[in-house]
């Protein structure tokens, strides 16, 4: 595992490019998705957009993961 503090900005994708990771946890500031969320609320995306505008998709098996993982 590896930890990459990214601040507002953009950058990430250069901050992650030479590790080639399986999977990236990002976290942060998602209350202006939707003013139904609260502070704690795990969001998991089906895809994610990159500065450049590239959407890379995430699987179904990832997020189910995640979720259980979350769960404790």
């Known amino acids: 595992m590896i930890v990459v503090a990214v601040g507002l900005g953009g950058g990430s994708r250069n901050a992650v490019a030479d590790e080639n990771p399986r999977l ?14 609260a502070p ?22 990832v997020r189910t993961s995640a979720a259980r993982a979350c769960k404790g």
């Open 24 to 37: 990236i946890v990002s976290c942060g500031f998602s209350g202006g998705l939707d003013s139904k969320l």
């Open 40 to 61: 704690g609320d795990l969001v998991l995306a089906t895809s994610v957009i990159g500065e450049d505008g590239d959407q890379v998709a995430t699987t179904e098996s």
